[in-house]
């Protein structure tokens, strides 16, 4: 089959190998221009330019999908289909509409759950115990097309963001690869979402970072599980604001106030939560300075027991 596909992130790259692995003809690869990162401010290409271009596929990257460039470069290409995995730019109907197969998307939720740019982060944030990939047709609204196929996984207690990043992306390259199939041979039924169920997936912010500790032991491990790598669940430590990095769940306690430092020692730093619920800080990283284990920060930094830890303001 022919086929364009737009992506630019990591999560796309397995959708666009396992295409290109399954013997279809990718007539093209859309994905963002490059970036300027880190210190010197080099520009950076994709992740998914970088796999295209390993694999000698031509690469397009048109800054605006609106102003006739991108459409003229697909009219060329005349693709049967457009496959897109996080490309980060909305397709106007012109595009939507080229394609005699369509659009579809390749997005990391059970629609229509987790609408939106963040669904795997916010999934763990709010204590699913399950996600997984749907395969949709893409449409006007922001993931409101019919869906195609879906698959679920359950979230691992200690499984965070990056972690089912990769075990989605995986799982969607997959899934995307046996619903083209399924196009080809015609033999997919589309099935309406409903609406009654959408629930919404919106961009990360810092805001969401610091740690309540009136909020229960479940609740923040979910908060620095959803919030890994970026912007991260902080709490202030010392006088020193951090970023927690790794906790898990210790068991509870009882008479002690939300906050309250359990143990602070080489052993470990375990605090008290709103629940009654303790939560242990596995790893943690100190502004300005490296990541590391709770007890090598005690070292330079003790926190008497007793202490009560408070949402940074």
């Known amino acids: ?43 950076q290409p994709p992740p998914v330019k970088e796999y295209a271009l390993s694999v000698g596929l031509p690469v397009y990257q048109p800054a605006k999908m609106r102003n006739g460039e991108a459409l003229g ?8 289909l457009i496959a897109v995995a996080a490309y980060g730019k909305i397709l106007p109907v012109d595009i939507l509409e080229l394609p005699r197969l369509g659009c579809v998307n390749v997005h990391s939720s059970l629609l229509p759950k987790y609408r939106g740019a963040a669904p795997i982060n916010w999934a763990i944030l709010n204590g ?10 893409m449409a ?3 993931d409101t097309g019919d869906i195609l196929a879906q698959a679920k996984t359950p979230i691992g207690i200690e499984e965070d963001a990056p972690q089912l990043f990769s075990r989605l992306a995986e799982m969607g390259a997959e899934l995307l690869v046996e619903t083209v199939a399924a196009l080809e041979a015609g033999a997919v039924k589309p ?16 805001e969401l970072s610091p740690m309540d500790w009136t909020r229960t032991a479940r609740q923040l491990h979910d908060q620095v599980r959803g919030l890994c790598p ?11 604001r951090c970023k927690i990095l790794r ?3 210790s068991g509870e306690t009882t008479a002690k106030a939300a906050g309250t430092v359990l143990q602070a020692d080489k052993k470990g730093l375990r605090a008290a939560c709103g629940d009654g619920g303790v939560l242990e800080i596995l790893e943690l990283q100190p502004d300005g300075k490296k990541a590391m284990a709770a007890p090598a920060f005690l070292l330079g930094h003790p926190i008497p027991v007793g202490t009560i830890l408070t949402k940074q303001e």
Do not use: C
Not at 73 to 80: A, F, S, T, V
Not at 191 to 206: F, I, N, Y
Not at 230 to 240: C, E, F, H, Q
């Open 1 to 43: 089959m022919r086929i364009v596909f737009m992506g630019t992130p990591d999560f796309a790259v397995p959708s666009l190998k396992a295409l290109v692995e399954a013997g279809h003809q990718v007539q093209g690869v859309f994905t963002q221009p490059d970036k300027p990162k880190n210190r010197g401010m080099r520009l």
């Open 73 to 80: 470069i697909l009219r060329e290409l005349n693709p049967d």
């Open 140 to 142: 006007e609204g922001m």
């Open 230 to 240: 970026w912007p991260a669940a902080t709490a202030v430590l010392d006088g020193i």
């Open 128 to 137: 699913e115990d399950e996600t997984g990939i749907t395969i949709m047709y």
């Open 247 to 249: 906790t898990a769940i």
């Open 191 to 206: 099935v309406p979402q409903d609406e009654s169920r959408t629930t919404r997936a919106p961009m990360l912010s810092r």
